[in-house]
């Protein structure tokens, strides 16, 4: 099983720097991939083409760009020009994104968000295995009156979607590469999540999708106290419909209930359990709550945990 984690260096003087910092101490512990995730801040496309230059042979992801205030012909530029940057080591992840960012931010109606993942997808899948599109749908337009193909990133770029909903994982296993699930636990994943977006590939023809896990969790003696900083961070999540349903899915209550905080025994176990679940990668997140010691004590289990 590939073994990974996300880096989150905004708390810090120089995020670009600390990124790379953070990428070489991942790779000398074993871990095989370095995810980023995209809000308002740092481009996270870039960032992990300036990561994975500088930390060859680490795997580095995007988790996850909303397709709401996106166009499918900008991103896969992004996309594709990571992908020649990091000689195919970049993987590209999409999400429907919430209500509250979208209209809250980009004063765009969060309308249809599963129809405009499926049209999001098809344009930009032509996009990135070919670098032209022609496509025309009801909600959106992407064509290419010029190449979009960037040399270099030729063999085209993964697809993967952070998806939980019906719909989504219907969409994901019809035109994506695979899922990046967050908060989402093994019983859900082996339950509802995996057998869904599964059974869409099939029926779709396509292989068998990768399912890459999102984990919030930390190696720590420091159990209680971790936790409750756990519990006030990921409050968020249980606002928003589909975190709070996956998590339900998932056996628990609140979203903390998810997360994996212990020692490395217990750890170890949970992310074996995943992999029983069907995840064909895990990657954690949140490893940097209890500070360095821990991240690194953590970093280190997941390492050797890594196929």
């Not at 670098?131 to 064509?143: I, K, N, R, Y």
């Amino acid at each position: 099983m590939t073994v990974g984690v996300a880096l989150n260096a905004t708390d810090t003087d120089n995020q670009i720097d600390a990124s790379v910092r953070l990428a070489e101490e991942a790779a000398a512990a074993g871990l095989r991939s370095a995810w980023f995730g995209q809000t308002f801040g740092a481009d996270s496309p870039q960032l992990a083409a300036i990561v994975g230059r500088a930390v060859p042979g680490l795997q580095v992801g995007t988790s996850a760009i909303p397709v709401f205030g996106r166009h499918p012909l900008t991103v896969a530029g992004q996309a594709l020009t990571a992908q020649a940057a990091t000689h195919g080591r970049y993987h590209l992840g999409l999400a429907l994104g919430t209500k509250f960012l979208t209209e809250g931010g980009f004063g765009l109606p969060f309308e249809r968000p599963a129809a405009r993942l499926r049209e999001f997808l098809t344009a930009l899948r032509q996009l990135t295995e070919t670098g032209t599109a022609d496509f025309h749908g009801e909600l959106l337009t992407a064509a290419t009156p010029i190449p979009a193909r960037v040399p270099g990133a030729d063999a085209g770029v993964p697809l993967l979607v952070a998806a939980m909903g019906p719909q989504a994982l219907r969409a994901s296993g019809e035109l994506a590469d695979g899922i990046l699930p967050y908060l989402a636990g093994p019983r859900a994943l082996a339950e509802h999540i995996v057998p869904a977006v599964t059974a869409a590939a099939e029926a779709a023809g396509r292989p068998a999708p990768r399912i890459v896990a999102l984990v919030h969790g930390v190696v720590t003696d420091d159990v209680d106290a971790v936790r409750d900083t756990a519990t006030e961070q990921l409050a968020f999540y249980e606002q928003i419909p589909s975190y709070a349903r996956v998590i339900e899915l998932s056996g628990g209550k609140r979203a903390v209930d998810v997360a994996v905080i212990g020692d490395e025994r217990t750890v170890a176990e949970e992310v074996r359990r995943y992999r029983d679940a069907g995840a064909t990668e895990v990657v954690f997140t949140g490893t940097e709550i209890a500070g360095d010691a821990d991240r690194l004590r953590t970093w280190d289990l997941l390492g050797s945990l890594a196929d």
